[in-house]
């Protein structure tokens, strides 16, 4: 198939990535690991979406500041087109502290984000598009929940694919799951990592939380870190595990395991093909410290 136009709508984000090296001091220096990149879960999708050959256009909001020009810069340079609705704020920052697990804690500053206005989403929506991929921190937001769920109910009036990704359990928790779901309805495609999954279905297990979401959703990919991914379309479900063998930083892999699924599903893959590249997509972005590995 042709590389498809592909709208992707979320954060605009610096990140500082933290790995100490030694038991932190809480009140002298403590030696470090410390990486100043591009972030935003929208935006690594964007770039997985774009190495695939894609034609990505990332919208979102952002200050008129360094870590905006950074943040632009880094996606033209992986051949993204970025839309960015420059607000009078700051553009938002994360801070990831990584353990000697792997795994990180996240300190979040959305700055600019929640500025993002209807306006320009449906401007960009005019111009033509084949899908459009909505990041969950929009809806998990109330001041964008409405910009989101306007995007997705313009897509399906010009009869264009979509897609969600859950994005983070805790926001998910706090908006409840109904709310949610009911902003993101008529989605064709639901992202989400295995926790995310069962509170969003309300299931105990993955299995069950899958076959609950495949009533709503045309299709639905969980993530399940070292367990691998699931996919499940109506009644046909298939599982791959991970081939991640080195991980320094779990930071972005989700991100790229659902861009590489969406991007390769897009191309005409089946729907185990694509799993296999998100695994192979996780498995690079974990050896390295970062979202971009």
Not at 9 to 35: C, H, N, Q
Not at 145 to 173: E, N, Q
Not at 264 to 270: C, I, V
Request: with cysteine; aromatic share 4%; glycine share 10%.
């Amino acid at each position: 198939m042709k590389p498809q136009r592909i709208l992707v709508i979320g954060d605009v984000m610096l990140d500082v990535v933290v790995k100490p090296m030694i038991a932190v001091a809480p009140t002298s220096d403590t030696p470090a690991r410390v990486r100043l990149s591009r972030g935003g879960s929208a935006a690594n999708m964007s770039v997985a979406l774009a190495l695939t050959g894609h034609h990505v256009t990332f919208l979102g909001a952002s200050g008129d500041d360094v870590a905006a020009q950074l943040f632009e810069e880094s996606l033209r340079d992986a051949g993204v087109r970025a839309a960015l609705e420059r607000v009078d704020a700051p553009t938002g920052v994360v801070v990831a502290m990584v353990g000697d697990d792997a795994q990180r804690a996240m300190l979040t500053d959305r700055g600019a984000n929640p500025m993002l206005t209807m306006d320009h989403v449906l401007t960009q929506l005019e111009r033509p598009f084949d899908h459009l991929h909505v990041s969950g921190y929009t809806f998990l937001d109330p001041t964008t929940r409405h910009v989101g769920t306007a995007a997705l109910a313009r897509a399906a009036a010009l009869r264009r694919p979509t897609s969600v990704d859950v994005c983070s359990a805790g926001p998910l928790i706090a908006v409840t799951p109904d709310v949610f779901k009911d902003a993101i309805k008529g989605t064709s495609t639901l992202f989400a990592n295995e926790e995310e999954a069962l509170i969003l279905s309300g299931a105990s297990d993955v299995l069950s939380a899958m076959d609950v979401l495949a009533k709503e959703y045309g299709e639905v990919v969980v993530t399940r870190g070292v367990h691998g991914a699931r996919a499940q379309m109506g009644a046909n479900a298939f599982e791959v595990p991970s081939l991640s063998d080195v991980v320094l930083d779990t930071t972005g892999a989700g991100d790229a395991a659902t861009g590489a699924y969406l991007a390769l599903r897009l191309s005409g893959s089946s729907m185990i093909d694509s799993l296999y590249g998100a695994m192979r997509a996780a498995a690079e972005v974990v050896r390295g410290l970062g979202s971009r590995g």
